[in-house]
């Protein structure tokens, strides 16, 4: 799900392509600033080839939209890379989503060139879900009707063809254009093959309801423990700690802790983080040397379940033992700062600090680990973070942990409002948006003129027009 800079190519941040590869808001003005035959060319290179270290958390298909209206970007390089031969080779969503995504959102602006290339491209592109689902929320009823026969040729009328069809039917994010079809007088075989998917859609979903497939019941702890040791050693293998420990939750009593105990020290990868984590979740005082044992094990399993038990821990012990682990420089001294930098006092700053250089000279802008430290560096106001959380904002690569950043900057920095904060009313993510809504100075001319487009602009998000009218009102600071 994640990847390295490398590995997304992703460009220096002071480039135009780096920006706009970022999200940042600086990507955009720059956009605007530069020869129009260079910016179209990064924009188009940016939807055609993901950038995004998790496209399930990071966004960026309004902001590409956008720009590709103030840009007056033709469609053609997004039509090449949807419709190329590499497409059926190449199924997976990640290929096309951000491409279809930005489309739906040009659609919505009333481009009927990019509704008719999502309309072909459901018709004849492997991600045809994904088209199809932002036609769902975007087409009218007569588009999505003549759709209707070339999407249902898809499924073969054998007994193969029917179960894709009801799968398809069932597993639908938007049900709309399979409701329509199947409501569509002029089409009666039509009508009556989709009624049929979805009566047996529904029925799936009762049969999978009916028959869980976890544990019962009066399992014992041992029961519990064997089913966890099951599913690791499986092909392919599943992971069963975390339901596991749940079970545990309601099976175990005292008289089962010696057994708890032993299992957590045990060989076992799967038995030994489901009662990590069981006993964990309960603060046993004996668990602390089991997690510490843990996280120095050689298998990576182990280790990481150990880290993951500790994150899971709130009780006041733990925030204790946090402090004294925090210096480690392994996974677990991470994991402990990162609890400190939640739940710490004031006098954790220079622990926070510390924990948060470290992590950058060692891990990198990018890694996962800082959003915590970032936040814990906002929540405890330090000051003295500023510069490094100027450099992780302005080197991320993740959209997602630069608005962290830009909140953290928000409580920390004397100079946000009139600096990174006006950049950001241009940012990808709604959420950094809001922040500099609130807070960036209206000194700036184009601060003004940019919070009046946000309020007149229907696609943006409901937080920020909340924000951006307060703030056109007179009313909210940062």
Do not use: K
């Amino acid at each position: 799900m994640f990847a390295s800079p490398n590995e997304t190519g992703i460009a220096p941040s002071g480039s135009l392509l780096g920006l706009l590869q970022r999200g940042r808001g600086d990507g955009w003005l720059h956009a605007l600033a530069a020869p129009r035959a260079q910016a179209v060319a990064a924009l188009e290179r940016c939807v055609t080839h993901d950038p995004r270290q998790d496209w399930r958390l990071e966004h960026r298909s309004l902001y590409y939209a956008r720009l590709y209206v103030e840009l007056d970007a033709g469609l053609d390089a997004l039509a090449a890379h949807l419709l190329d031969p590499d497409d059926a080779a190449r199924p997976e969503e990640e290929r096309t989503g951000l491409t279809l995504s930005v489309l739906g959102h040009l659609a919505s602006y009333g481009n009927q060139d990019a509704m008719r290339l999502l309309r072909r491209y459901a018709v004849v592109g492997a991600n045809w879900r994904w088209a199809l689902d932002e036609l769902a929320v975007r087409d009218d009823d007569a588009g999505l009707r003549a759709l209707g026969p070339e999407i249902l040729a898809r499924f073969p009328r054998t007994e193969e063809g029917d179960a894709a069809l009801t799968a398809a039917v069932r597993d639908s994010f938007e049900p709309r254009p399979w409701h329509l079809w199947a409501e569509d007088p002029g089409r009666p075989g039509q009508r009556a093959r989709l009624e049929r998917a979805l009566e047996h859609g529904d029925f799936d979903r009762w049969q999978r309801q009916m028959r869980p497939s976890g544990p019962r019941p009066g399992w014992s702890v041992r029961a519990v423990l064997d089913w966890a040791r099951e599913g690791y050693e499986q092909t392919p293998r599943q992971r069963r700690e975390a339901a596991a420990a749940r079970c545990l939750g309601a099976v175990a009593g005292p008289e089962d802790r010696l057994e708890l105990l032993a299992a957590a020290a045990g060989e076992q990868p799967a038995v030994r983080a489901a009662a990590l984590r069981h006993l964990a979740e309960r603060g046993d005082p004996a668990v602390f040397g089991l997690i510490e044992a843990a996280a120095a094990a050689p298998d990576r399993d182990v280790a990481t379940a150990a880290v993951t038990a500790f994150s899971r821990m709130r009780q006041d012990a733990a925030l204790e033992r946090a402090r004294h682990w925090a210096r480690r420089e392994d996974d677990l001294g991470l994991c402990a700062a990162a609890m400190v930098a939640d739940r710490g006092r004031a006098g954790d700053a220079p622990l926070v600090l510390t924990a948060l250089l470290r992590a950058v000279r060692t891990r990198g802008s990018d890694a996962r680990e800082l959003r915590p430290l970032v936040e814990g560096a906002g929540r405890l106001a330090v000051t003295a973070a500023v510069p490094v959380l100027r450099h992780v904002y302005r080197e991320t690569s993740s959209s997602h942990l630069r608005g962290h950043t830009a909140r953290a900057l928000a409580a920390t920095d004397a100079t946000f409002a009139a600096g990174f904060a006006v950049e950001c009313l241009w940012d990808c993510e709604e959420d950094t948006r809001e922040v500099a809504a609130r807070c960036a100075t209206t000194v700036d001319t184009r601060v003004v003129e940019r919070l009046r487009s946000l309020a007149a602009d229907p696609a943006e998000r409901a937080g920020v027009q909340t924000a951006v009218r307060g703030r056109l009102a007179g009313r909210g600071r940062c």
